[in-house]
């Protein structure tokens, strides 16, 4: 009766649905994982901004990498802003999706060290983007400055290319390390997004704080991977019995055929 199910279609059919399971739990495990990190790293953004701020020395240190524990920790810093070395940083997004730049200052702390920060957002200037746009002044003088700590960003990580041959004083992504190199000198792992002081105007808008109560729709996406697994062995098993079904029916009608035949033949004289 399933004789039909060792024809090449069959078998392929078969073939195709044990791969088919498999991949889709995998899948569905995938999405858990990518919900499971997305909650951790909720709880992790949550701790940091209501934690109280530290000084950023004891966090980072040149050629040091920023830890997931301490990403979005509020920490201060005493200094004064470099504008002479400042560079923007192109293709970044306000909060209304406007393209525009980042503003990265380095801000030289009391010990001759660097420390990379990010003033916020500004507007393109008009439709060149290579000309150095401008940028509101810093507050000037020896100040103490706090922001949220963050990564350092890499192409990896970003997927933003870090081009060559930018126009001048304009950089891809906010890196300690490739900054380093440009200034000749010691730069604190990481950079920080200022929060205080604010600007003097309306720009640089400063950055948003990052959002941490949405977990996304991954768990959705799992559940809905695996009950696309379950349902893979009953479709499989509903076409097999149809196909049964049908090819039963199709016998009964040939023998049903062939007996009218048999019926209605002459008799032998």
Request: hydrophobic share 40%; glycine share 8%; net charge negative.
């Amino acid at each position: 009766m399933y004789r039909f199910l060792l024809s090449r279609q069959w078998v392929i059919l078969t073939l195709l649905v044990l791969v088919l399971i498999p991949t889709m739990v995998e899948l569905g495990f995938w999405q858990l994982h990518r919900h499971e990190r997305r909650v951790a790293l909720n709880q992790v953004i949550a701790g940091s901004l209501a934690a109280k701020p530290v000084p950023a020395g004891s966090l980072t240190a040149p050629g040091a990498k920023v830890g997931d524990a301490d990403l979005y920790r509020s920490v201060t810093a005493k200094g004064s802003f470099d504008t002479a070395d400042e560079v923007v940083v192109r293709r970044r997004t306000n909060a209304d999706e406007e393209v525009g730049y980042h503003v990265l200052t380095p801000f030289v702390l009391d010990d001759g060290k660097v420390l990379l920060v990010n003033r916020g957002w500004i507007p393109a200037d008009g439709p060149s983007q290579t000309a150095f746009p401008k940028v509101p002044a810093p507050p000037g003088g020896e100040l103490t400055i706090t922001g949220r700590l963050m990564q350092d960003q890499t192409t990896e990580d970003s997927g933003i290319k870090n081009l060559e041959g930018l126009p001048d004083r304009q950089i891809m992504l906010i890196n300690s390390e490739l900054e380093a190199d440009r200034l000749g000198e010691e730069v604190l792992g990481g950079y920080v997004d200022l929060t205080d002081p604010g600007p003097s105007g309306d720009t640089p808008e400063p950055v948003p704080s990052p959002e941490h109560d949405a977990i996304g729709p991954h768990l959705a996406y799992a559940w809905q991977w695996w009950l696309f697994a379950a349902g893979v062995p009953v479709g499989w098993v509903v076409l097999v019995r149809r196909e049964a079904r049908e090819r039963a029916e199709k016998a009964d009608q040939e023998a049903g055929a062939a007996a009218d035949a048999e019926d209605t033949e002459p008799a032998a004289v």
